[in-house]
Nanobody, 128 residues
């Protein structure tokens, strides 16, 4: 089973940028078809942020981050990135990446039940 490790979180001021990384272990990445980024703020449900279908590079985004966040991949490094620009205080959360062995659709990619495994999460804090 693929194992995922997130990195790149931190604290920034509103308007700033961060890039998160999600590295998948070894050759299991080649069997992964979907990687998604989720986030969970204190007291809130975990929500889907962005998704990439790794064979084709197809991407989906939550409305709240569309135009500000970009998901991409470097297959040679078994890594998916989340570039976050124009950050807002409401983007403050623990960010998780998650993988699935099949493709998600536009109506299902944000359903956390679709994914296993998950990374351990990385904290992003945006101050006003």
């Amino acid at each position: 089973q693929v194992q995922l490790v997130e990195s790149g979180g931190g604290s920034v001021q509103a308007g700033g940028s961060l890039r998160l990384s999600c590295e998948a272990s070894g050759d299991a990445y080649s069997r992964t078809r979907s990687i998604a980024w989720f986030r969970q703020a204190p007291g809130k449900e975990r929500e889907g942020v962005a998704y990439i279908y790794t064979p084709w590079g197809t991407t989906y985004y939550a409305d709240s981050v569309q135009g500000r966040f970009t998901v991409s991949q470097n297959s040679a490094k078994n890594t998916v990135y989340l570039q976050m620009n124009s950050l807002k205080p409401e983007d403050t959360a623990v960010y998780y990446c998650a993988a699935a062995a099949v493709r998600a659709g536009i109506d299902s990619w944000a359903d956390r039940r679709f994914y296993n495994p998950w990374g351990q999460g990385t904290q992003v804090t945006v101050s006003s």
